[in-house]
């Protein structure tokens, strides 16, 4: 029979070097392996990202988590267990310092049985430690913080499973939005990246649009002109980047809760939105419609430059219902009032 040897491959060592660099506290959780897992190039990685659990979202849940002063409590534990070391479980190839949970050590286990079974098919017996093995290792644990992440995140062990194993999840990740804002979902998510400049693309990266939905509104403004085939943007883009950020952060909650204490008036203005009876596709689709608004009285870029980050959406919103705004001719337009008449949109 030939001896196996299974290696620690350069991916997973980075995993445990990103899952160390996520915690707060003395020992490595199940929910800081999967941090970890999410930042890595890898089939592992793309079955999360697949199902919404990216960076982004993971690293938003944790540092909703952290020691601090307001920070939310997990539903459970981790284990009971006392932590255990790095190199307890990892053997030379482990850091004595770095300590594991009680179930990140199990997660890890059975991640050395998967990897051990896989090198035993190869034919001199040796074999590499691979993400793969790491994710399926946490996947068993329907009790471990990684698995309270996954909910939060609005999927299921099962479903990252399958999309592990390469197939389409039964039940997965749905998260009811319309097409046309899946891309804004997605750059939420971090999937994709807003165009910029390198060293802004590498300022921006991992960060959580929802947290800053003034900012995310600029940034969406452009985009939805591009969407439509604008070269300038005006107010009907902002109210579009409104609404789209307001429902995919509604749909995305995990994200748009970050930072509690000032997640209820990140989207006042969106909500302002809604209890005028508007929506996204209702107000895209009456673009095509709506008769030429008028130019705007005061520019867009000067509206979006004037936005403070800790106000929210709200005073955005009000200076698109004004009258001069091409925005709240077109909201008039659509909720039946006569766009020219000298009143505002309310």
């Known amino acids: 029979m030939v001896d196996t040897q299974l290696d620690i491959g350069w991916r997973v060592t980075g995993i445990l070097g990103a899952a160390w ?96 079974a896989d090198a035993r098919r190869e034919p001199k017996g040796i074999g590499r430690l691979l993400p793969e093995h790491l994710l399926a290792g946490l996947l068993r644990d329907g009790d471990s913080r990684c698995a309270e992440v996954l909910a939060l995140c609005g999927t299921t062990a099962a479903a990252v499973r399958a999309r592990l194993d390469g197939e389409e999840p039964a039940g997965g990740a749905a998260d009811g939005l319309d097409p046309l804002l899946w891309n804004t979902r997605d750059l939420l998510l971090g999937r994709r990246r807003y165009p910029m400049v390198f060293w802004k693309r590498w300022l921006t990266s991992g960060v959580n ?89 005061r520019p867009a870029e000067e509206l979006l430059e004037g936005a403070r980050q800790d106000e929210g959406t709200g005073p955005l919103v009000e200076a698109l219902l004004l009258d001069g705004a091409r925005a709240g001719r077109l909201i008039r337009h659509i909720r039946g009032a006569d766009p020219q008449q000298p009143t505002t949109a309310e």
């Open 21 to 116: 660099g996520a915690t707060d506290t003395d020992a490595i959780g199940t929910e800081h392996l999967l941090a970890g897992i999410t930042g890595t190039k890898c089939p592992a990685g793309d079955a999360l990202a697949a199902e919404g659990v990216t960076r982004t979202a993971v690293m938003a849940v944790l540092r909703d988590r952290q020691g601090t002063p307001g920070a939310l409590p997990w539903a459970g534990g981790d284990g009971d267990g006392p932590a255990v070391s790095c190199r307890e479980v990892l053997g030379p190839e482990g850091e004595e310092r770095r300590m594991m949970t009680e179930r990140a050590r199990r997660a890890v286990e059975a991640a050395l049985e998967l990897g051990t």
């Open 209 to 297: 649009w929802a947290s800053e939905p003034t900012a995310w509104v600029r940034r969406e403004t452009y985009e939805q002109a591009r969407a439509l085939g604008h070269r300038r943007i005006g107010t009907e883009h902002i109210l579009l980047a409104v609404l789209a950020t307001h429902e995919v952060a509604r749909a995305h909650p995990h994200l748009a809760r970050e930072g509690v204490s000032g997640a209820r008036a990140r989207f006042l203005g969106g909500d302002r939105l809604a209890a005028l009876g508007l929506d996204y596709a209702t107000v895209r689709g009456s673009l095509a419609t709506a008769p030429d608004p008028g130019p705007d009285e």
